[in-house]
T-cell receptor, first 111, second 114 residues
Framework: GEDVEQSLFLSVREGDSSVINCTYT??????LYWYKQEPGAGLQLLTY?????DMKQDQRLTVLLNKKDKHLSLRIADTQTGDSAIYFC???????????FGSGTQLTVLP | DTEVTQTPKHLVMGMTNKKSLKCEQH?????MYWYKQKAKKPPELMFV???????INESVPSRFSPECPNSSLLNLHLHALQPEDSALYLC?????????????FGDGTRLSIL
């Protein structure tokens, strides 16, 4: 995951918005993904965006992509305690289209 | 609920044992993957199968042996593992290996080597 970077920790109050950031380095990446991992579970696909898009919204989730800066963000509106988890961004790149994951951001939602 | 099912959920084995991890999906996906995940780290790709044929082996030691009996099943055979192989083993599947086909993950098998 060294080509994809994320901050390790984020704490927010319940009801606030959370913004998780990610930077990637491969300009040929075509698809970028956000996965959520709760303790003891696998990875849950939250959303993904094609690199020719700037924004994608799905209920409480908003993904913003700045291709010039190779910056991806995930905004969670009205964050709830059930949103506490590790969030991984990932890029699909190369001829094999393998996923390269970031290090993951541990989101803690405080009551 | 995940549509990729992995069994068993937990496995404890000695270094001389032989065991197998199983993964099943009924979404008609033709690409299946094995990942290894250590605590607090991102998943690391081990193997990729595309149309039941092994297409990527990320230099995984031979003590891990994958098998794809049919388009719905993926196995990982384990033999003579080392303590450092203790990890969460995740299976994933996607419609194909194209980049616009997201990978869907199972809940994993937590493996402990004594």
């Amino acid at each position: 995951g060294e080509d994809v970077e994320q901050s390790l920790f984020l704490s927010v109050r319940e009801g606030d918005s959370s913004v998780i950031n990610c930077t990637y380095t491969d300009s040929s990446s075509t698809y970028l993904y956000w996965y959520k991992q709760e303790p003891g579970a696998g990875l849950q696909l939250l959303t993904y965006i094609f690199s020719n898009m700037d924004m994608k919204q799905d209920q409480r989730l908003t993904v913003l992509l700045n291709k010039k800066d190779k910056h991806l963000s995930l905004r969670i509106a009205d964050t709830q305690t059930g949103d506490s988890a590790i969030y991984f961004c990932a890029e699909s790149k190369g001829s094999a289209r393998q996923l390269t994951f970031g290090s993951g951001t541990q989101l803690t939602v405080l009551p | 609920d995940t549509e990729v099912t992995q069994t068993p959920k937990h496995l404890v084995m000695g270094m001389t044992n032989k065991k197998s991890l199983k993964c099943e999906q009924h979404m008609g996906h033709r690409a299946m993957y094995w990942y290894k995940q250590k605590a607090k780290k991102p998943p690391e790709l081990m193997f990729v199968y595309s149309y039941e044929k092994l297409s990527i082996n990320e230099s995984v030691p031979s003590r891990f042996s994958p098998e794809c009996p049919n388009s719905s099943l993926l196995n990982l055979h384990l033999h003579a593992l080392q303590p450092e192989d203790s990890a969460l083993y995740l299976c994933a599947s996607s419609q194909s290996r194209q980049g616009n086909q997201p990978q869907h993950f199972g809940d994993g098998t937590r493996l402990s080597i004594l």
